[in-house]
């Protein structure tokens, strides 16, 4: 292990000590000392007071001071977990859930699963009975309310990161206002790292709803009107650099930017702001070649959510001493995660953002500028431990002019299918009069309903059906897939299918492959079922159980061992979840055609022709006519089967279809009738 400076003792000013030696790591004070010094220790006693005189409380705080990790603990020792009662933090990162969960136990002294859990999808880490505090996603919450749709077991539920008004966010504040108006002794904390705060206080505050006589203003505990409490961290000045002229590699300037701060600045950590994964580890091998040629002392680590455990906790450990950390991040650290000593920020000024299209129904993951909020928060990063500096890889001029204010509520730029079915599943019957933080455009709305009419999930009068509606519900996937596995129960080959919904729940079943594609190609292969990629993944799946989970021919293979581990996980949850829906996990015994049959009744809508006499790999598909292209992932790319269906699209330069299984049109006329007899096919 790394060598830790010596703590301090009691005498000491831990506040000085801070300030002084800024960048050691966080061995260097005792937890409980640190815990004293966090911005929010000051706020203890009014917070609590704020809390249970108010239903809702929303908490206002730089990252870092102390809101995720430090109020729920407050509330255990306020004794809000008395009398089995669970205290609630969701997030909506699971990397968040995961990191935050560990660092409170490890701050309150017990096992993680114990008094501190966490919950995410596919994985309980809670000991009913034991845990007082949960962590959990914020999507984990909405489906426990179909459960529990009142949620009683919990006394607090703390909705954290609100500022980045995820869907599930958005949803969730909306029901906890139905919630509240149930269960006045329930209390809400919303946590929130920037002011826009302020619209969410707004859309709680149910204070001047006409009351009956007894219930005159003064006589309402709690009160209905939401407090406000501004936790003013210690937070440094940040000096903010702009470039004289615009980008045009922000990779390659991001490289010379660090190279040059490590040159000629002080020590101190730096943190560099990329889009994606594929943009983290290219910017981490480059600064470690530089790094190499140069026999200078820079570490550069990688933080993204895809990343290995064993990877992120690198992120937040010491590194040897005389060296400077370089993380190079997504979004992810811009506020969900504290990381300590960071002194300078590089910012690509950009990040990966979805824009859902209901028209021609896809989803484009593009790399877009961020908001001004965005930019704020990332410089912000910079001046934790002493004064900073951020250096922006964009003009000034497009900071002003270019950039948004702030970013644009997911709700409204997303797909809502799984949405818009949890709703219904959790009786909200009218979807256009839902209580809306922000409205999602009708288009999105009218596209997700059809879909759920379309496999069945809701009638005609837009009602949840019994028992195809409730069941797709109760599974955490996307309702399309939720279908395919109740028909492969009725098909006799939900074995395999729940192994392949699981394969296609992880992040990728094949490792990183970053200038190997020819030997990735050469691997799947190996694999590559005729037809398609779903059997494929069955395939893979198939000879990791005969290698005898061996991690070795996973490494031979390029598969990645970690992601099997996971779909043997999730592959168990689902087929435990089927039983429990009363239905049957059978195995077809190879016979593959009713696997086949099975992503048809789920996925019909996503069948597609191939287009006769132009490009190679172009489809129309059936449904509309649009035009779409085999993604070159797929084992299919160069194969262009006559009719084919798939489970993803985006958009990049060409609307790509990935995840595709070869069908015969007949069956679309025997699994989806209503679907397809009005429309015309061509053989
Ligand atoms: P906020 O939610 O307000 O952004 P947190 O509660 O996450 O703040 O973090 C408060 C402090 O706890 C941080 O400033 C840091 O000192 C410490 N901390 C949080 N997470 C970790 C971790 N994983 N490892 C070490 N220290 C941490
Ligand atoms: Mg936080």
């Known amino acids: 292990g790394a060598e830790r400076p010596p703590l301090l003792t009691d005498e000491d000013d831990g506040l000085f000590v801070m300030a002084a030696q800024p960048y050691y790591s966080s061995g260097y004070m005792t937890i409980e000392r640190q815990r004293q ?42 004794g809000w977990s008395e009398g089995g009662r669970l205290i609630a933090c969701t997030q909506p990162r699971r990397i968040a859930v995961q990191t935050v969960a560990a660092r409170v136990a490890e701050e309150m002294h017990v096992t993680l699963g114990q008094e501190v859990g966490y919950s995410i999808r596919f994985e309980d880490m809670t000991t009913p009975g034991v845990t007082k505090i949960k ?11 179909m459960e529990d749709p009142l949620l009683v077991r919990y006394s607090v539920i703390m909705v954290d990161e609100a500022h980045e008004r995820s869907i599930s966010t958005d949803i969730l504040l909306g029901l906890l206002k139905k919630v509240q108006r149930r269960r006045p002794e329930l209390r809400l904390i919303i946590a929130s790292a920037t002011l826009e705060a302020r619209s969410i206080a707004a859309f709680f505050d149910t204070s ?24 003013e961290g210690k937070t440094f000045t940040v000096q903010i650099f702009y470039t004289e002229e615009p980008v045009s590699d922000y990779v390659r300037d991001a490289v010379s930017t660090v190279n040059s701060i490590h040159k000629l600045e002080p020590p101190g950590d730096i943190l560099v702001f990329m889009t994606g994964q594929d943009e983290v580890d290219e910017t981490v091998q480059l600064i470690q070649h530089e790094t190499e040629n140069r026999h200078s002392d820079l570490v550069a680590l990688p933080l993204y959510a895809g990343l290995a455990r064993v990877d992120q906790e690198h992120a937040f450990g010491p590194i040897p001493r005389g060296k400077r950390k370089v993380i190079v991040a997504t979004n992810i650290a811009e506020t969900s995660l504290t990381l300590e000593g960071i002194v300078y920020v590089v910012d690509s000024g950009f990040s990966k953002q979805r824009f859902y299209n209901p028209i021609k129904d896809v989803e484009a993951l593009i790399t877009a500028p961020i908001s001004r909020a965005s930019a704020q928060q990332r410089a912000g990063r910079a001046g934790r431990v002493r004064p900073g500096k ?32 949890q709703l219904k599943a959790l009786g909200i019957d009218s979807i256009m009069r839902f209580d809306w933080l922000a409205s999602p455009a009708p288009e999105a709305m009218v596209r997700a309903l059809e879909t759920i009419f379309a496999i069945g999930a809701i009638d005609s009068d837009a009602k949840l059906t019994s028992p195809t509606g409730f069941q797709i519900a109760e599974i955490p996937l996307h309702p399309m897939l939720g279908k395919t596995l109740i028909a492969s129960c009725a098909l006799g080959c939900a074995l395999e299918m729940v192994t392949i919904a699981a394969a296609l729940s992880v992040q990728s079943i094949w490792v990183p492959s970053r200038g190997r594609q020819k030997e990735l190609d050469e691997a799947k ?21 005969q290698s005898q989970r061996s991690a070795q021919w996973c490494h031979r293979n390029l598969i990645n061992y970690q992601a099997l581990k996971k779909v043997e996980d999730i592959r168990s949850h689902l087929s ?19 696997i086949q049959k099975a992503i048809v009744a789920g996925f019909f809508a996503n069948a597609c022709q191939l287009k006769i006499s132009v490009e190679q790999g172009c489809y129309k598909r059936i449904r509309d006519g649009e035009e779409v292209f085999i993604h070159p992932s797929s084992v299919l790319f160069r194969v262009s089967p006559k009719w084919i269906i798939y489970h993803a699209n985006t958009v990049t330069e060409r609307h790509y279809v990935r995840e595709i299984t070869v069908i015969e049109s007949p069956w679309l006329m025997e699994l989806a009738p209503h679907f397809f007899h009005h429309k015309s096919m061509e053989y």
């Open 576 to 594: 435990k979840l089927l039983q429990r829906l009363g239905l049957a996990v059978k195995s077809c015994e190879r016979d593959i055609k009713v």
């Open 37 to 78: 010094t966090l911005p929010a220790f000051k706020h203890r006693t009014p917070l609590l007071y704020l809390i249970e005189n108010h239903a809702t409380t929303i908490v206002i705080g730089e990252t870092g001071s102390g809101k995720t990790t430090q109020i729920p603990q407050y509330l255990v020792e306020g």
């Open 390 to 421: 951020c250096y922006r890889l964009y003009t000034e001029d497009d900071y002003t002019n270019l950039m948004s204010a702030e970013t644009v509520p997911e709700i409204q730029r997303s797909n809502l299918t799984s949405t818009i079915l």
């Open 525 to 545: 292969l190996r694999f590559a079922a005729s037809e398609g990629d779903h059997i494929t993944y069955l395939n893979v799946f198939e000879g990791f159980l």
């Open 208 to 231: 001047a709803e006409r009351r009956s006589q007894s219930q005159a203003m003064d006589l309402v505990f709690p009160s209905r009107k939401p407090a406000i409490l501004s936790i």
């Open 135 to 145: 962590y959990l996603t914020d999507g984990v919450l909405l489906r426990e309310m």
